[in-house]
């Protein structure tokens, strides 16, 4: 599973959640992109900011294909389903936290 989340592009785990798994055989857990002290704040930052930019320039080339501008449909098709998909996992992202959010705030203390 974990080599199929680095395929998906930058994915920063932080590095606690794979000190445990460090005992079982295979290929190497941790990415190579990913530095062992990277926390979760900062990862979310650099995930939100990387949709952003998607979602900005999936703009930009439906802009530019709507001017008339020299875009391939192919391009804009792409561009454009790529940016759906980067704002559906950023809506699934945001929904566990704020479930995760709301069974902490519920336990017993």
Not at 17 to 41: H, I, W
Request: net charge negative.
């Amino acid at each position: 599973m974990i080599d199929s989340l680095a395929a998906l592009g930058r994915v920063a785990s932080p590095a606690s959640m794979l000190d445990g798994l460090a005992s079982v055989p295979g290929p190497a857990l941790r990415p190579a992109n990913v530095a062992a002290e990277t926390s979760f704040a900062a990862a979310l930052s650099s995930v939100s900011q990387d949709a952003v930019a998607t979602l900005r320039n999936a703009e930009g080339i439906s802009l530019k294909a709507l001017q008339g501008g020299e875009m391939e449909t192919r391009e804009v098709v792409d561009a454009v389903m790529g940016a759906e998909q980067t704002l559906q996992a950023a809506i699934a992202i945001r929904d566990k936290i704020v479930s995760a959010y709301l069974e902490v705030s519920r336990m017993a203390i």
